[in-house]
């Protein structure tokens, strides 16, 4: 599966070809730069991030990503994102997807190797941020999302642009087999390509997952046309220089905003 439509130098925030052309759409996936340091982090982090990739944030919100499904809105988190004081993740609710139609607010999710995948309904004037690792697609984070954007927005699953941000890469993230059953049993034999071995042929060779290929899977068996899903995706192993890596740095990786939102029309 190709790993990035850019050619190198990169300039982040990456968007989503095509996107900037949708009236009043906000959305991009951060770098390493403009990323959050290790640990807890206050309303003032997220919109200093924010501003360095050149937004002009009025309303941020974000949620404790426990790899789960659970999907929130708005209505769930005003009042602990806009407190100035609260420390986060601690004060979040819990949630891995954040929905939104409403102008003015922007929705953001941290990764570091995870998939962030952005949502977005034009019709719909409907959009959602998704934090995406392997346990929260098998939990069903995907699905569950777009079913909120259909319930809350009226946005039907056709109608539905995605875009995986940067994730770990099947070239680097090593991975148990023993979770080859856990893969079958939620995607069915769709889930098989996401596995490689590397290195290639060597006597030693081990698993690797390609997460975001599974992340593609989930998106095209919840409905979103296959044509509709861009990938704007380095691996976030492979290059220090410009992403946060959870596997390469452990504890000392930060992590990259990914974030989608409207503006007044
Ligand atoms: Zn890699």
Redesign the pocket.
Known sequence: MPTGNAEDPRTYPLRAPGWDEIPDLVHGFLGRAQGLAPGDFGRGDLETALRAGGERPVQILAARQVHGSTVLAPEDLDAICANDDARMPGALPDGDAIVTASADVIATIRTADCVPVLLVAPRARAAAAIHAGWRGLVAGVVRTAIEALGARYGAAPSEIRAAIGPA??G??YEFGAEHHTTFVEAFGQASEQAWSTTPEGAAQARPHLDVGFLAHVALTQAGVPEAAIQIVSP?T??HPDELHSYRRDGAAAGRQLSYIGWRPS
Do not use: L, P, S, Y
Request: proline share 0%; glycine share 14%.
């Open positions: 770990i890469g070239c680097c691996c192993a492979e």
